[in-house]
């Protein structure tokens, strides 16, 4: 494992260890400081809580030492296209930013959203790539464009935790939300989902479907991993008999480019694409899991949120044991 950018880079046996091992670090069983006299940088081009604070605390609890960088705010803006002119508002370019860092750090985290612009150009994930390019040391994606993988394994993490290494059935459900968001979590989290053998739903009004190259790799790595998937449009039938409810909102790359759009045709699902107690009901005892931050009684009511049934900050917890895990693995 040379960089961390998606979870399909890594085979399930890679996956398998890291879970074990991050489930190790949260017992208290890993105490080496892996990381002593090291420093990782974390690149932010847009706000976090849980990713830059469990970052942050684990790169500490591993020995080392974090530095924050915030391009176009507390660092220089940056330029990431080759062979362009930088006339304009980007001072610095990311080969030299890439290769400054490098001689500083044993390894680079990035966050760098989808701005929603740009479909054929963002579903490449054009800024992470670059830094995967021009770096020589290890990779760690905190959320681009297309994927969000320590989301995924922190999720994935839960799931074992409160059910052991079993084949659950699992629902991904879109949420009406008042803005289109990006893709990232909801791509991260069906790919790794089909990669540890799930059985996943993938619900979602027609309009809003995932990109098809990564619904093409989510089938394949169900079908390796002896899961399933299955794609539904009726969003109360979709909870019917499931065991892990996943919520997250997305944008249709259909309107990508026009939020107006996408915001006027998505006013239809709202208070009906909601997780409610309701639907709660029709399935099997599930868990609730959602990413955070979550709007309240939008994306989710506050009773399925509140109840015992909700796991949302232990996901968030586990951001920082299989963030340690990652990091152990790819540095040393
Ligand atoms: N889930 C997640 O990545 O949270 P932040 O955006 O707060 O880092």
Known sequence: MQNFLKTSDSSRAE?????????????????EKILNGKSVALVFFNPSLRTRASMQVGIYELGGNAVILEP????????????????????EHLKEFVRVLE???????????AELKDWNLERTDPILTAFQKYSSKPVINLESAMHHPCQAMADMMTIREKFGKTKKKILLTWAWHPKPLPMAVPNSFALAAAQFGHDLRIAFPKGYELDAELMAEIETQAKENSGSVEIVNRVDEAFDEREVVYAKSWGSFQHYGNANRDIREREIYRNKWIVDEAKMQRTNDAI??????????????????DSANSVVIDEAENRLHVQKAIMARLIK
């Open 15 to 31: 996956l398998e260890e890291i879970i074990e091992a991050a489930i190790k670090f949260k017992k208290g069983e890993i105490v």
């Open 288 to 305: 609730f899991m959602h990413c955070l931050p979550v709007r309240r009684n939008v994306i989710v009511t506050d009773t399925v949120i």
């Open 103 to 113: 001689r500083y750090f044993s390894a680079i985290g990035v966050r760098t959203f």
């Open 72 to 91: 176009g705010g507390t660092s220089w803006t940056l330029e990431h296209r080759e062979n362009v002119m930088m006339d304009s508002d980007k001072t």
